[in-house]
């Protein structure tokens, strides 16, 4: 690392953590003179019991609640504008998104979208959209669900087109939670499949972020503690769930998302296609992938191995030592080694190839990512 060069560190993020910090929302809002909240969700978690509670809390202390959940699985524009058009018809004062990666994605665009109408898209990071988030931006409170994006510390939305599926960015540090209530108790009952495919999500976030080639050492080390938690807690938290696992697990979440402002990387750019081509889930695809882009990463960055064995709490300290522990992590947790096994057919291998060369995340990955090492890996994960 060049210390003559100045470099930023951001890290400023208020979050409430702990078992019924959901219940400092309401007077959280009152102190903020908040009295008209539109709540923005997803159709499952609308429907579960504590989410309703929620909104009943909020309706028996007074406010005026909305609720606005119909969003897609991998969200879309259009999601967004049906959300906007709920918020202008009914005269809200403030964003809270419930939910997981989608829902809260869903909520931040729309929190960017209030007041800036052009289109959407015009404000994607990736052609410099960035610099027209000029304008004021309602409060916005996260709440998340489940323990993997991190999305509820995070300040970018990945939000798709409608017709052409592909994912955009949309980008600013106002897009930044004013505060997350992060209650493990929310993330109690998410079924085991998804907590396995969230967690290794996380995971992925932690290991790339600590390999990305940026220099960003208290990224790294956030990102090692990171990975320390998820060897901790992920198997419990799939197979006998317990508030230390599910705690673990939600801490190890937002500090893979912390930590990812350094970069990401291969695995990153072998999901995202999945997710854009076949709806693959973003967690499972990562977590199918992440042996192989691991292993892929291995030389000439054997010290970085070392590093995360001993984080992961392995008793041999090499790459392989780490590529090994993933296949059995996956195996243990209901996550199959194989891309053929979710449905994946051969002939999608080169249009995958062609997405996965152009994705935003590989750039920052350790070493080069060239054509022929994507299809090379997607054709090992088949
Ligand atoms: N903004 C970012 O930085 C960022 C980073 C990575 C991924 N993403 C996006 O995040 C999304 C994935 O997010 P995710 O992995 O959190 O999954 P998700 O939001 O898609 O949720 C997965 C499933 O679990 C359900 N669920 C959520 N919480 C639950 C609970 N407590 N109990 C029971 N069921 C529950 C949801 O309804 C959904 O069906 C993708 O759309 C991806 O593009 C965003
Ligand atoms: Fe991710």
């Known amino acids: 690392m060049d210390f003559n060069q100045i470099r930023q560190f951001n890290f400023p993020t208020t979050i409430r953590f702990g078992a019924h910090a959901v219940k400092e929302l309401n007077p959280y ?35 005026s609640v909305e609720v606005f959940y119909d969003i897609h699985k991998n969200p879309v524009k259009s999601d967004v504008y049906r959300g906007i058009d709920q918020w ?10 419930i939910g997981g990666g989608a829902a809260l994605d869903v909520a931040r665009a729309m929190v960017l979208r209030v007041h800036h109408r052009e289109d959407l898209f015009t404000y994607d990071d990736l052609i410099g959209g960035d610099v027209y988030v000029t304008g004021e931006v309602p409060f916005f409170v996260t709440i998340p669900t489940t323990s993997g994006t991190g999305s509820e510390v995070g300040r970018s939305a990945i939000i798709s087109d409608d017709i052409t599926h592909q994912k955009k960015i949309l980008f600013s540090p106002k897009l930044l939670a004013k505060i997350v209530f992060a209650d493990p108790l929310l993330t109690m009952d998410l079924p085991p499949a998804v907590t396995a495919a969230t967690g290794m999500d996380a995971l992925t976030h932690n290991m790339e972020a600590f390999l990305a080639k940026n220099d960003h050492p208290i990224c790294e080390g956030i990102a090692l503690e990171g990975m320390r938690l998820v060897s901790m807690s992920l198997k419990s938290a799939v197979l006998r769930p317990d508030l230390t696992s599910r705690a673990q697990m939600l801490l190890a979440s937002m500090m893979g998302a912390i930590a990812f402002q350094k970069g990401l990387g291969v695995v990153h750019s072998l999901a995202h296609p999945l997710s854009s081509l076949l709806d693959t889930h973003h967690g499972l695809a990562n977590a199918i992938n992440i042996p192989y882009g691991m292993r892929f990463n291995i030389e000439g960055f054997e010290g970085k191995f070392l590093r995360m064995a001993h984080a992961l709490c392995l008793n ?16 243990t947790i209901g996550i199959p080694h194989q891309l053929r096994h979710i449905g994946v057919k051969e002939e999608h291998l080169i249009p995958l190839t062609d997405l996965a060369i152009a994705d935003f995340a590989h750039p920052n990955n350790p070493k080069p990512v060239f054509r022929e090492d994507f299809e090379n890996l997607y054709r090992q994960a088949y």
């Open 29 to 63: 809002l009152r102190q903020n003179k908040l009295n008209r909240p539109l709540v923005v969700t997803d159709p499952v978690i609308a429907s579960l019991d504590f989410f309703k509670s929620i909104v009943e809390a909020l309706n028996q202390d007074g406010f």
């Open 88 to 97: 202008d018809a009914t005269e809200r004062d403030c964003i809270i998104g």
């Open 316 to 331: 041999e300290h090499h790459g392989e030592a780490v590529v090994n522990y993933l296949f059995d992590l996956n195996s």
